[in-house]
């Protein structure tokens, strides 16, 4: 009878220890972005809003029965897609992620996407990479995006710039695939709607001087200057020396150019300017707004909100699988972007955690309204921001 009793004893035992085990188990998501690089200015408010979701939800209490969840960043560069694809990996072999947020550019994205997240079957979900030609990579499936392609944003920021009536443009755009892709489809649907291109030429970043590359595009006689570039490196210096110049002192911009550390640079001088990016005034943009101010997370540039739902999107899929296993979440993540379901908004990880511990479905909307197509990528809607009083103001929805 003892031994009967100590046996049972013992099974009991175990089983405590794997239910704490189990409860007290850490999941780590890998927090990718360009730290350093070309928009090192705009990825910190990114990885804090990606880090806000984490810590929501894993001081819920609820998933996965009491486990936590931890970030663990590392820096994609944005322009060297070794040094993404290697810290990447060190993600997936070293730290033992279970998925990434990011890379925040979309050439180091086309490279993890590829040479990681497929052959390692991590889900990756980037909140900032934007290119079109994303759409066509060979990821296996294990690529989202929550920031829309490119392929949009050049149609919407063609239309503002006719309906303002810029007729002639120049353009300078960064030599990779973020720069081409908003090139391309600036430049087709703007010569579409009867505006007509003066000058059309790519920079590289990371240059001391542009005075010869803003000299070239000057001598086309266009007085506006559209620019797809970085607002910490190769942008930013097209615009001091036009400005130095006086070649130009109206520009036009997209996400990779909008922050608050360009206005502080060159305040008022670029009264006037304007551009596009990610966002915009639904009823959960607007409450995901309330959240990030009251957490401190600064608004005042692109992809905050995108970098909260790609994060959120990670945990609550590994909830609706019951499991921190990566093929699990990856199986999961479609599930809980889209209807049917019971809507979930920022804020609400603990609501969406509990109904799906219960079995039942969501409908993940998120800080700015996700809903995946057939690939995982958003549709989204576009802030036109202008330069008012030497900051950028949101002044329409598109």
Not at 203 to 229: M, Q
Not at 362 to 372: K, N, P, Q, R
Request: glycine share 12%; net charge negative; aromatic share 8%.
């Amino acid at each position: 009878m003892k031994n009967y009793l100590k046996i049972i004893f013992c099974v009991v035992f175990a089983l405590t220890l794997t239910t704490v085990s189990f409860a007290a188990e850490t999941m780590k998501i890998g927090i990718l972005q360009g730290f350093t690089g070309p928009i090192e200015s705009l990825t910190p408010p990114m990885a804090s809003a990606a880090e806000y979701a984490i810590n929501e939800a894993s001081s819920s209490g609820v998933f996965l029965g009491g486990a936590k969840i931890k970030a663990v960043r590392a820096d994609s560069t944005c322009i060297d897609a070794a040094a993404a694809v290697a810290a990447a990996e060190r993600l997936v072999t070293v730290e033992k992620v279970v998925a990434i947020v990011g890379p925040s550019c979309s050439g180091t994205s086309a490279a993890v996407a590829t040479k990681v997240s497929a052959p390692n079957g991590i889900t990756t979900i980037s909140s900032s990479a934007t290119s079109a030609a994303l759409s066509e990579i060979e990821d296996n499936g294990y690529y989202f995006r929550t920031a829309p392609s490119d392929a949009r944003q050049g149609q919407v920021l063609a239309n503002i710039t006719i309906d303002k009536g810029i007729k002639e443009v120049a353009i300078t755009y960064t030599n990779n695939d973020y720069g081409k892709g908003l090139s391309e489809s600036f430049g087709t649907a703007y010569k579409k709607l009867g505006g007509k291109i003066l000058m059309i030429s790519s920079h590289e970043d990371g240059k001391a001087d542009y005075s010869a590359e803003v000299g070239t595009l000057s001598a086309s006689g266009a007085k506006v200057l559209v620019i797809f570039g970085f607002i910490d490196q190769g942008g930013k210096g097209i615009i001091q020396a036009s400005l130095d110049s006086g070649a130009f002192d109206s520009f036009i911009f997209t996400d990779g150019m909008i922050g608050p550390s360009l206005t502080k640079h060159f305040g008022k001088a670029l009264n006037g300017s304007y551009g596009t990016m990610p966002g915009g005034e639904s009823a959960s943009t607007k409450k995901w707004k309330t959240i990030a101010e009251s957490a401190g997370i600064a608004i005042d540039g692109p992809f905050r909100g995108s970098s909260y739902d790609a994060t959120a999107l990670i945990i609550l899929a590994a909830q609706a699988g019951n499991s921190t296993d990566k093929t699990s979440i990856w199986k999961h993540v479609m599930a809980v972007a889209n209807a049917p379901g019971e809507k979930i908004f920022a804020g609400e990880l603990k609501k969406g955690l509990e109904i799906l511990a219960k079995g039942g479905e969501i409908d993940y909307v998120g800080a700015e309204d996700v809903e995946f197509n057939e690939i995982g990528e958003v549709s989204g809607t576009y802030q036109e921001m202008e330069i008012i009083n030497g900051e950028f103001v949101s002044v329409k929805v598109h």
